[in-house]
């Protein structure tokens, strides 16, 4: 049995119980009373004892995970006043990670494997044009033909919009105005270089959950001080990682310890304005996902910021100072105080605008799953290096990593946009080609039209893989037209590249 995870000292030792680790857990608190660092404490304590982590470093600063700490004058004081006589500086093995492939190994997913549910989600999609993204989706589906990238979307949704009138009996009406705000969002996603996320080699869950050579769990990092800025990019790919290892795990009961620990900071961004099938979703991967051995902690600003039935399912909290300066404020203390096993001890409401930084209320599962009577105490500072890393020092950990040079290369294999590009060329190579002499042209009822005689008035109707060939072929012509149009429109609008999307 793994030892408990001592996080925090008052009165008494306050301990995670690593057969209770699965049952996630809230970190909440206003801005610097001391999350991240408590995050930081957790994430090593769970790698000493084998567990995987994966974490989002939103500010830039949790890299020094990395790393030995014990030069902070800060932490040796903590580490004095509460005679942690054992505590001795040590990193943790860490893989950074980074969406723009800049800060770390390149994490992509494909089109295909997000779905139609969280690309909406993604594009800020209302309930129609949801709807809509789901026919070309099915369509993609049942024609054989593979979502990887964005390009591969952009060409179904033409295709499927120009060939509507064909698939309103079977998949529904889909409406040239919903298309046109997907492809306005699809647009807007990769000015802001949101395509990096789609295309392959995508992740492999498995490079998640590795442990290092001396048996620690790897520490995850993903560097998101950018993505941040895309707040529904950021909330879209966490809960979609979620989603898969949820999908992907096989049952594992109720281990010894989990299989993977997952922090979500900044969790308010997962769930503000989310519509009521995502909240769904979220909910249902946040109860059962712990039968898969994985434990999320959810970290953010105020507990209200989560909602009541996934707030229910957090057992093991840690509730840093709170401010009471409006009535929402004050709601928020009231609500954090309810939610804790009450200690005759505390006034839980009085204390929690009184703690300092640092310091907190804390609450873990005992042995049988019950949460622990609440007690205050000061958080465990961690071993490792409070703040960031330089870049010399991420480049050799990149440089070491068994993963260098295996996401760096971006691969482009045949998917739905080349071989509807193909048959396109294809078609109109065919076009060009002089007819043979004396040769006859089809008539409508598929017989032969002898030369010379008048073609028909009426527009003669389109096979499928016409309709997809010249689909396709103004698909690659948009294409060409959009990178021509920024090239010229570059100056008038470069000024709104450095906004968020949402």
């Not at 105005?177 to 992740?203: K, N, T």
Request: a negative charge; one cysteine or more.
């Amino acid at each position: 049995m793994p030892d408990p995870l001592l996080i925090a000292k008052g009165q008494r030792e306050i301990v995670v119980l690593p057969q209770m680790a699965n049952r996630h857990g809230l970190v909440a608190g206003a801005t610097g009373t001391g999350k991240t660092v408590t995050l930081q404490t957790l994430a090593e304590g769970f790698s000493r004892i084998g567990v995987p982590v994966f974490l989002a470093d939103v500010k830039g600063d949790l890299a020094g995970i990395s790393q030995p700490g014990g030069n902070n004058p800060k932490v040796a004081e903590r580490v004095q006043q509460l005679g942690l006589s054992d505590w001795a500086p040590a990193g943790s093995p860490v893989t950074f990670w980074d969406i723009n492939g800049e800060l770390g190994h390149p994490v992509r997913t494909t089109i295909s494997d997000m779905g139609p549910l969280l690309l909406a989600r993604l594009l800020n999609l209302n309930e129609t044009q949801s709807g809509v993204l789901s026919v070309v989706f099915r369509v993609a589906d049942d024609n054989g033909l593979l979502l990887l990238d964005l390009k591969d979307l952009r060409s179904m949704l033409q295709f499927v919009a120009e060939n509507a009138a064909q698939y309103k009996t079977q998949y529904g009406n889909v409406s040239a105005a919903s298309v046109g705000a997907i492809q306005r969002g699809l647009l807007a996603l990769e000015e802001q270089g949101g395509d990096r996320l789609f295309g392959e080699p995508a992740l492999d869950l498995d490079d998640l959950i590795q442990t290092g050579a001396d048996g620690r769990g790897m520490v995850n990092v993903l560097a998101a001080e950018k993505l941040v800025h895309t707040p529904r990019t950021y909330a879209t790919f966490l809960l979609w990682l979620l989603s898969e290892l949820f999908e992907q795990l096989p049952e594992v009961g109720d281990p010894e310890k989990p299989k993977l620990v997952f922090f979500f900071d900044e969790a308010h961004l997962l769930f503000e304005d989310a519509p009521g099938a995502l909240l769904d979703k979220i909910e249902q991967v946040t109860r059962l996902i712990r039968s898969k051995g994985v434990g999320i902690y959810f970290v953010t600003q105020n507990p209200l910021d989560v909602p009541d039935r996934v707030l229910g399912q957090l057992g093991n909290r840690v509730q840093h100072a709170l401010r009471a300066f409006t009535e929402r404020d004050q709601k928020a203390v009231r609500a954090a105080a309810e939610t804790f096993r009450t200690n005759p001890a505390l006034d839980i409401e009085r204390v929690i605008t009184e703690l300092a930084v640092g310091e907190a209320l804390v609450s873990p599962l005992d042995e049988h799953g019950a949460p622990c009577i609440v007690e205050r105490a000061f958080v465990v500072p961690p071993r490792s290096q409070l703040g960031p890393i330089s870049l010399e020092q991420r480049r050799a950990i990149l440089g070491d990593s068994v993963l260098a040079g295996h996401y760096d290369e971006a691969v482009d294999r045949e998917s739905a946009y080349e071989l509807l590009k193909a048959k396109a060329e294809a078609a109109a190579a065919a076009a060009q080609a002089p007819p043979a002499q004396g040769a006859s042209a089809p008539d409508d009822s598929g017989g032969a039209q002898p030369q010379g005689r008048a073609r028909s008035s009426g527009r003669q109707r389109e096979s499928m893989v016409e309709a997809m060939e010249k689909s396709a072929m103004r698909a690659a012509g948009s294409a060409i037209g959009r990178q021509i149009t920024r090239g010229i429109l570059g100056s008038i609008f470069g000024s709104k590249k450095g906004r968020g999307l949402f």
